[in-house]
DNA sequence: CAGCATTAAATGCATTTGCATTAGATGCGA
DNA sequence: TCGCATCTAATGCAAATGCATTTAATGCTG
């Protein structure tokens, strides 16, 4: 129980500072940013915030603000959603898209060398 | 891998704001607080600040702040050290060690909850 | 012994985050 | 239809953190 929970911050904290380095070095992008692209790489389609709240593990306000550096960036943006005129859509930018290609293999590469001694896939860690 | 990093991801964020938020509003401590008494408590003795930054997930700056925040509630006391004037020795007071006593069994009761579906101890996860 | 690189801890500062609140839009019930 | 509870996203604000710098103490080298 404890050392589960001693493993998990040790690696959390080694990871979250390399992905902070790498990422933030080679492509501009925090590990936040990171993951926002990455999500909406992975729908393939633009997504409600709220949709994106319930993956990331950000608050509400913390996802606004990501999206909105991200909007800066152009690397998202932001369209009005015609059927609720409260919720607003996240669109990935071919500018995005292009980023995200460019730093997937840095964060791939980064926790394959963190994991590297973890458990198999297969193994008891998936739940 | 990147399965690995996601479980970390989840369970890191559950625990942290559970823990955030149980320790808070019960005994009136943080999240980094509880950890840097644990460890103090658990060695026994008089540390210094430096050998505490190898042990917790933390910056240098972070942990002497984070020192500073339990010597102003009087749960440690900075002693100087006298081999070597640049050091500080952090010790833990009669209320810390009670403080600690009392938060302990709430972080334990947070994380055995979190961690109920974890593998079991022997399993992969100890590295 | 003098000078300088090194080390320990503290501090200035910018950034990120979460909580609480706000502003605007929906929609349900009287 | 009106009013109110609810919901979405944005924003004010305070707290925590990390990086870079600072201050003070060591200790090594010439």
Redesign the pocket.
Known sequence: MVETWHYVLAKHAKAM?ELE?ELGDRHGL???EFEVLDRIVRHDRKL???EL?DEV??????L??????LEKAALVA?NA?DS?????FVCITPEGRAKHAEALPTHHAVLTEIFADAPAPEGALRR
């Open positions: 500072c380095r925090g590990p936040s409600r915030l709220q709240c593990h950000l608050s509400q306000s913390a606004s603000r990501v999206v909105a550096r932001r959603c609720d005129r409260r919720g607003v």
